[in-house]
């Protein structure tokens, strides 16, 4: 994942979202991006395939709201892990 260090820290920050709704959520992740300097194209493409294991599908945001926070952030954790995993595998 490119920026992988900034991604790595957003499943926390998920976590520590009080309300796991879809607005928060997208409230929280743009506020990620802009303080980061990461643009949607980094983001998005990376939760979305993470989350579902495909680039299509429903709103990102309806999609974490309805899996719930626990998921999310497991699945964004370990998604993170083998994009590091995968590129750093054809880095050698």
Known sequence: VENSEKMHSLPKQLND?????????????????ETNELGMGVVMPAF???LSGSMKGPS?????A???KEKVVDRL??????????K?????
Do not use: C, P, Q
């Open 17 to 33: 979202l009080e309300s796991f709704d879809a607005d928060s959520i997208e409230k929280m992740v743009h506020n990620f991006m």
């Open 48 to 50: 979305r395939l993470a």
């Open 60 to 64: 990102v945001f309806d999609m974490m």
């Open 66 to 68: 309805l899996m719930g």
């Open 77 to 86: 954790a370990k998604g993170f892990a083998y994009f590091d995993e995968y």
């Open 88 to 92: 750093a595998s054809l880095e050698t």
